[in-house]
């Protein structure tokens, strides 16, 4: 029996079950080889391929990284800053040659002893015995070479991601990165589930994130929050835990295709208005009003969130029992999390991710592999 690493601040909505259950019976189907399920944080466009991966080995593989994706990421940047209600994009793949910056906050493993994790902590450690001390010195290093592009090409989309001294704290980021995108021996993409970012990651991105598809849908007079169905009920109440008879599946509305649902829920940007300033922001209404549609529906939609602090600009440090206390929607969403929903994960926006990953073809995507 594996198990799931998650930070310690990390708040959860929905259970693991139905994702557990649903794999460790598909393990034999696979060769006795189980999928891991991690997030990436940022969209970083397509990797080029000259040919077949036959026919060239990792050094052959050429970034797509041509000045017009740059103009247009320059654009979206732009874009953001004036409109800040969109976190997706219409060019969008699911397919072996994305490149995304696969994160570490979230970790699923139904089973142990899983190769992808064994080869990544493998080569943590031979990096943390001689790490650089420099971003300079890390831009040299052999074992960053593959990446590198990303890291020097990719300014406008990286933001504070780039920033030589986040670049030196988010190194294991990019060894994983490396991992899972160009490493041809270990395939990680036939057994890497990339797990959407906007429901299973930061609390200063998700928060700004729901607030403004709950805007959106209130605007188009779309009925949202505890009163959204007939089968819905109130799973945030101040007064009383979530009743047994609400129903325990996500009213989450599924796309029109598996295209869309493969667009949704992904980070394009982390541009610092963008990141920062839109969670200050927008943390606010959660952290100083008291909604209970807006709660309904931000835990019918986000299967966990990591909780941060930085010293005060986004959050203070504060105890979780002051959290729970707390008679505003941020006070909900601990009480609901406290008290359980009875909802499980779905792997609703995820696809299959990595060197070797095949197109979905399903909602679930199962009859892919």
């Not at 654009?75 to 994160?103: F, K, M, P, R, Y």
């Not at 270990?186 to 700004?208: H, Q």
Request: glycine share 6%; with cysteine; aromatic share 10%.
């Amino acid at each position: 029996y594996g198990g799931a690493y998650l930070d310690m601040t990390t708040l959860m909505f929905k259970s693991l079950d139905g994702i557990w259950d649903s794999e460790l019976k598909r393990v034999e189907e696979r060769g006795g080889r189980n999928r891991v399920f991690v997030p990436t944080v940022l969209e970083l466009g397509e990797r080029l391929i000259e040919d077949d991966y036959d026919e060239h080995d990792d050094d052959s593989l050429r970034i797509d990284s041509n000045p017009e994706q740059e103009e247009e990421g320059a654009q979206q940047e732009q874009q953001i800053e004036a409109v800040t209600t969109t976190t997706t994009t219409s060019h969008q793949s699911s397919s072996n040659n994305a490149v995304g910056l696969v994160t570490n906050s979230v970790i699923l493993s139904p089973q142990p002893n899983n190769p992808i994790l064994l080869k990544f902590l493998e080569r943590i450690l031979q990096y943390s015995e001689n790490s650089a001390s420099t971003a300079q010195e890390l831009k040299s290093r052999p074992e960053f070479s593959r990446v590198l592009p990303y890291m020097t090409n990719y300014s406008q989309k990286l933001g504070i991601l780039g920033k030589d001294g986040t670049l030196l704290y988010s190194a294991h980021l990019w060894i994983f990165t490396d991992l899972v995108i160009f490493d041809k021996e270990m395939e990680a993409g036939k057994y890497l589930v990339d797990l959407p970012a906007l429901r299973w990651t930061y609390d200063f991105i998700i928060l700004p994130h729901m607030l403004d598809k709950f805007d959106d849908e209130e605007a188009l007079g779309s009925s949202v929050g505890a009163s959204s169905s007939p089968s819905s009920c109130d799973l945030t109440s101040i007064d009383s835990s979530p009743s047994p008879s609400c129903d325990v599946e996500s009213s989450s509305t599924a796309s029109t295709s598996i295209h869309d649902q493969l667009q949704n829920e992904r980070i394009h940007t982390w541009n610092a208005w963008h990141i920062l300033k839109r969670a200050i922001i927008k943390i606010i209404t959660f952290r100083e009003f008291d909604d209970p549609n807006l709660a309904n529906y931000f835990v019918q939609d986000v299967v966990m969130f990591k909780t941060s602090t930085d010293g005060g600009t986004i959050q203070n440090q504060m105890k979780f029992e002051d959290f729970l206390n707390m008679k505003s929607t941020m006070g909900r969403l601990y009480r609901t999390a406290m008290a359980g929903t009875g909802m499980n994960a779905t792997l609703e926006g995820a696809r299959p991710f990595g060197y070797g990953a095949l197109e979905a073809c399903s909602f679930e995507f199962d009859d892919c592999w």
